[in-house]
């Protein structure tokens, strides 16, 4: 199993979600806390976000699903 298909947040979802707010991958990483070359590794899909990021992602973000409807229109 890829790691891109692991956990609530994927690299395609976390790229979406990023790209919907208008940020850049360094301005998550600020407001995550993390490297701005964590983000770049989780949207290549080379390993996915820890359950702690999960979870600031999804505080950061609200939840996938909407955040997935929510940029659909667009």
């Known amino acids: 199993m890829s790691a891109e298909k692991l956990g609530p947040w994927d690299a395609e979802s976390i ?6 707010r208008g940020l850049t991958q360094a301005e998550l990483a600020d407001g995550l806390g993390c490297r701005q070359q964590t983000i ?35």
């Open 15 to 20: 790229r979406r979600a990023r790209k919907a």
């Open 40 to 74: 770049s590794e989780w949207e290549l899909g080379m390993y996915g976000p820890k359950n702690a990021y999960q979870k600031l992602l999804t505080m950061f973000f609200g939840d996938r699903k909407s955040t997935r409807l929510n940029s659909s229109h667009t």
